[in-house]
């Protein structure tokens, strides 16, 4: 089995983070599987728990042990067989022409060494076995990346929700006074009943939409539950002056590392090569078969369990075995080989082709959202200097209170975009890297790092 030195890393990391839960508690049913209750507060937390909880992982897992006990036993196959067997026996004869009658006790013991010197199927099964294990590796160390960017995915869209609570909160307080201040100056006959009614519609809107912001929080918090099995505590907030790196090189370049990095497909390419040595494994049923026997005897019985004088024999052989006729068996074994191996090609291709494709969209997503970081802090900046001058205005008698509102909506909206743009940045990244199979436990440590302890 080779191992995948940055896989390994991950794990070490998710092992190390094991200290910084909190507490626990394990409940195990009746189908003995152990579900892990933690409440977790870092992005380590529900990385660790994750890694536990994760059936999909945990199938893979097991995936992994069982190739790699069938690897063992094709192994074994070719390895020398000892075996030894024994035998006790009252035997009571009667010969009827003499009437005579023999009661004896027998006694045969053996020991048996075969080693198979030439056998193209077992050759064959054995290599399969080995390609078969690293297919399962492969296919474990997908599905391990995939639960580690889904988990930070989940974590960053709790994230993008409380910080868009926290906002539509601040605007509502916003929003409740500037009405306030246009209910004063309507009692003053200063602004109009329409001012007004705007005024309360407008609040009306964003106390809705307050209200869509706390939904989508709770089900965002949910997810993050749900693929981790971790209850979600007060979570570590992305610093606002961390600077996110932008991704480096060409959409070619990274098309390149998938094809030939994605574990997936790297899987898929295993899967191809044992198939093709199913079909040798078939072929070798034409094929003979030599091994060596070595047999060491002890007697004193001989031909229908007859007593005979105690004999001590020692035997070594050659034995050949020649298939002439199965009856079909053999050529239907080879065709459903050749079809397995058809099969396992297309499954390949087909999986470049949606890797390939998954890619492209990530790359294309990740340099998109670093445009819409650009775009939407310099939005921000303006719609808080619109604002601003609105309110100045507003106070002089120079603008109504529609523009008002408008530019307060404006300024809230422009906060929003900006934090969802930082969080999709994030989250196209690690998807990007996942894609190009050169996720690390590095990777997810910088993103770890740029959370800082939740304000109390």
């Not at 008698?397 to 909206?413: I, K, Q």
Request: glycine residues 4%; aromatic residues 8%.
């Amino acid at each position: 089995m080779r191992m995948k030195p940055l896989y390994i890393s991950t794990l070490c990391l998710s092992l190390a983070c094991v200290s910084a839960i909190p507490s626990f508690a394990a409940d195990v049913t009746e189908e003995a599987v152990t579900r892990v209750i933690v409440q977790g507060s870092t992005l380590e937390d529900f990385f660790t728990a994750a890694l536990d909880y994760s059936p999909e992982l945990r199938i893979s897992r097991d995936r992994l042990n069982i190739s790699s006990a069938r690897k063992k036993a094709a192994n074994g196959e070719l390895l020398p067989q000892l075996s030894a067997s024994g035998s006790i026996s009252d035997n009571n004869q009667l010969d009827n022409v003499r009437d005579v009658r023999n009661k004896y006790r027998g006694e045969r013991y053996s020991v048996q060494l075969t080693q198979v010197l030439f056998n193209w199927s077992a050759f064959s099964a054995r290599s399969a076995a080995y390609l078969a294990e690293d297919q399962a590796e492969a296919e474990y160390y997908a599905q391990l990346s995939y639960v580690l960017t889904d988990v930070a995915e989940k974590y960053f869209e709790v994230l993008q929700a409380q910080d868009a609570v926290t906002s539509i909160n601040a605007e509502v307080d916003t929003f409740s006074n500037q009405l306030r201040q246009i209910e004063s100056l309507y009692e003053l006959q200063s602004a109009q009943i329409t001012d007004l009614y705007n005024a309360q519609a407008r609040f009306a809107s964003v106390q809705a939409e307050q209200l869509t912001r706390e939904s989508e929080l709770a089900l965002a918090r949910e997810k993050l539950r749900s693929v981790s099995g971790v209850n979600v505590g007060e979570l570590y907030r992305l610093n606002g002056e961390i600077e996110i790196p932008s991704v480096e090189g060409s959409v070619e370049t990274w098309l390149e590392r998938a094809r030939s990095g994605n574990q997936q497909i790297i899987a898929r390419e295993y899967a191809v090569r044992a198939a093709n040595s199913r079909i040798d494994q078939r072929q070798g049923a034409y094929m003979p078969s030599v091994s060596i026997v070595a047999q060491q005897q002890s007697s004193n019985l001989g031909y229908d369990n007859r007593l005979a004088d105690s004999t001590d024999s020692s035997y070594i052989g050659l034995n050949v075995s020649i298939p002439l006729f199965a009856g079909g068996r053999n050529r239907a074994g080879v065709n459903e080989a050749r079809s397995q191996h058809s099969i396992a090609q297309n499954e390949l291709r087909q999986i470049q082709l949606e890797i390939v494709e998954r890619t492209r969209l990530a790359y294309l997503q990740a340099k998109s959202s670093e445009l819409q970081i650009n775009a939407a802090e310099r939005l921000a900046e303006s719609t808080a200097l619109s604002y601003t001058a609105m309110q100045r205005g507003f106070e002089l008698g120079t603008v109504n209170s529609v523009d008002v509102l408008n530019a307060l909506r404006d300024r809230f909206r422009a906060e929003r975009d900006l934090q969802r743009a930082r969080y999709d940045h994030i989250r196209y990244n690690l998807l990007l890297k996942r894609e190009a199979g050169i996720l690390s436990a590095d990777d997810l440590l910088d993103v770890g790092n740029w959370l800082i302890a939740p304000q109390n």
